[in-house]
T-cell receptor
Framework: NAGVTQTPKFQVLKTGQSMTLQCAQDMNHEYMSWYRQDPGMGLRLIHYSVGAGITDQGEVPNGYNVSRSTTEDFPLRLLSAAPSQTSVYFC????????????????FGQGTRLTVV | SQQGEEDPQALSIQEGENATMNCSYKTSINNLQWYRQNSGRGLVHLILIRSNEREKHSGRLRVTLDTSKKSSSLLITASRAADTASYFCATDAGSNFGNEKLTFGTGTRLTIIP
């Protein structure tokens, strides 16, 4: 199993450009989420999904869109990049089973380092 | 605002010593998790403790949970250079079924001095 795969690993964007950060998992996990990590801020939740076709907002959703058309993929779209979106982005997935989704560990991708100039 | 806050923000100890870091959270939880992050890498799960548990062990790791004080501690015994990393607590506080969120603290940066 590859686990959680994020692409690209590095990206530089100009202000106003749009792009999609890809996230794929091969563990058949229902729960997937996106975080951003900034120095001194820990990880902040952007969007999450409890299953295909279902998404919801986290703590810092503004400027980002998500969709979940398949169990495996959970792309994150930056609509119009701003310097404030310079960050490291992490995708994570968890198995939910029949109980509470957060009773199991989250698996993380290796991150995408995004710079907006 | 962050749900979890780790203390201290940074910790440096000699190899072989024990390292203790603490996590405080604000609202009731169902479980609390600890993760490790090596520089430039993704997070790796270490241990999960449920709200009805008070202590849990995994190898050199010992986690305690005090729900009355809304706090948890992570103890790493006999530290090694490879333990140098950032450590984060995460909780499901504020979640309800169909609205699950895993919220992370700001982390403790642990440095093991050889």
């Amino acid at each position: 199993n590859a686990g959680v795969t994020q692409t690209p690993k590095f990206q530089v964007l100009k202000t106003g450009q749009s792009m999609t950060l890809q996230c794929a998992q091969d563990m058949n996990h229902e729960y997937m989420s996106w975080y951003r990590q900034d120095p001194g801020m820990g990880l902040r939740l952007i969007h999450y999904s409890v299953g295909a076709g279902i998404t919801d907002q986290g703590e810092v959703p503004n400027g980002y869109n998500v969709s979940r058309s398949t169990t495996e993929d959970f792309p994150l779209r930056l609509l119009s990049a701003a310097p404030s979106q310079t960050s490291v982005y992490f995708c994570a997935s968890s198995y939910s089973g029949h109980g509470r989704i957060l009773n199991t560990e989250a698996f993380f991708g290796q991150g995408t380092r995004l710079t907006v100039v | 605002s962050q749900q979890g806050e780790e203390d201290p923000q940074a910790l440096s100890i000699q190899e072989g010593e024990n390292a203790t870091m603490n996590c405080s959270y604000k609202t009731s939880i169902n479980n609390l998790q600890w993760y490790r992050q090596n520089s430039g890498r993704g997070l790796v799960h270490l241990i999960l403790i449920r709200s009805n548990e008070r202590e849990k062990h995994s190898g050199r790791l010992r986690v305690t949970l005090d729900t009355s004080k809304k706090s948890s501690s992570l103890l790493i015994t006999a530290s090694r250079a490879a333990d140098t990393a950032s450590y984060f607590c995460a909780t499901d506080a504020g979640s309800n079924f169909g609205n699950e969120k895993l919220t992370f603290g700001t982390g403790t940066r642990l440095t093991i001095i050889p």
